[in-house]
C-alpha cells in the first residue's frame, strides 16, 4: 500500500529554499559502517524538526536539509552523535564497501590511510574514488571515477566510468596489481594529473577519456 502512496514530497531541498535559505548536509555512520543506531536516528530526527527534510542517496549516505542560520550547530550535534559529514565541493570524495559488514576487513587499515591523504584535496570537479574490499565489488567501484578492487595486498585501478545518463559505462581497467605499498603513490599521481591538466569543471570521466593517449600517463609508475 505504501510503495506508491504520497511520492511527491512537500519538503525537498528546492522547495523548502523557496521560502528561506537552507543547506544540505550529505551524512553517514562512516566511510565504511553503514548501520546507524537508534541513538543516531533519533537524533536525525531531532535535528531536522519540523522545518527540515531528509532523504537517502545513491552515495551510501543520507541528504539532510537544515536551516543555513542553524547549520554549524547541527553539525556539532551530528558529529558528537558519532555521525560522518562528507565535505562539500570539488573534493576527492571517498566511498567504500561495508567489507562484508566487517567480516573481510583486510583493506580496512589502507582504506583509513587513503581517506586522511586525500581528504580535502581540490580538484576541477568533484571526483569519487570508491574502494571495494574484495572482487566481488558489491558496491560498484567499476562505476565511479576512480574505482578500487583489492585482492591478495594489491588493487586493481579502474579509471573514467560514466555513472548516468543515455551514455553511462563502467570504468576502464587502467592497471592491475598495484600493491598496497604502492597504491598512495600511484593515485596521487593519477589525480596530480588530473589537477594539472583538466579544464575547468571538467569532469574527470570526460578528462581521462580525452587524454588517455597523451604521453604523461605513460609517467605513472606503478612497480
Known amino acids: 500500500m505504501n510503495a506508491f502512496r504520497s511520492n511527491i514530497p512537500d519538503c525537498t531541498f528546492e522547495k523548502l529554499n523557496m521560502d528561506g535559505d537552507y543547506t544540505r548536509l550529505a551524512i553517514s555512520p562512516g566511510i565504511i559502517n553503514k548501520h546507524y543506531t537508534a541513538a543516531q536516528l533519533q537524533k536525525i530526527a531531532e535535528v531536522i524538526g519540523d522545518n527540515g527534510a531528509m532523504k537517502y542517496s545513491a552515495s551510501y549516505s543520507m541528504l539532510l536539509s537544515v536551516p543555513t542560520q542553524t547549520v554549524q550547530h547541527v553539525m556539532s550535534e551530528l558529529e558528537e552523535a558519532g555521525l560522518y559529514i562528507a565535505e562539500a565541493g570539488s573534493v576527492v570524495a571517498m566511498k567504500a564497501c561495508?567489507?562484508?559488514?566487517?567480516?573481510?576487513?583486510?583493506?580496512?587499515?589502507?582504506?583509513?590511510?587513503?581517506?586522511?591523504?586525500?581528504?580535502?584535496?581540490?580538484?576541477p570537479s568533484r571526483l569519487r574514488l570508491n574502494i571495494n574490499g574484495c572482487a566481488s565489488a558489491c558496491y560498484n567501484a567499476v562505476y565511479d571515477d576512480i574505482g578500487l578492487v583489492y585482492q591478495q595486498d594489491s588493487f586493481d585501478v579502474y579509471l573514467g566510468a560514466v555513472p548516468m545518463g543515455a551514455q553511462a559505462k563502467p570504468g576502464i581497467l587502467f592497471a592491475k596489481r598495484i600493491s598496497v605499498q604502492k597504491i598512495e603513490g600511484f593515485l596521487q599521481h593519477i589525480i596530480t594529473l588530473y589537477q594539472n591538466h583538466a579544464r575547468p569543471n571538467e569532469p574527470f570521466h570526460k578528462f581521462y577519456r580525452r587524454t588517455k593517449s597523451a604521453d604523461y600517463w605513460e609517467t605513472i609508475n606503478d612497480r
Open 98 to 123: 561495508d567489507f562484508c559488514d566487517g567480516d573481510k576487513m583486510e583493506a580496512a587499515s589502507i582504506t583509513e590511510q587513503l581517506y586522511h591523504h586525500f581528504k580535502g584535496q581540490t580538484v
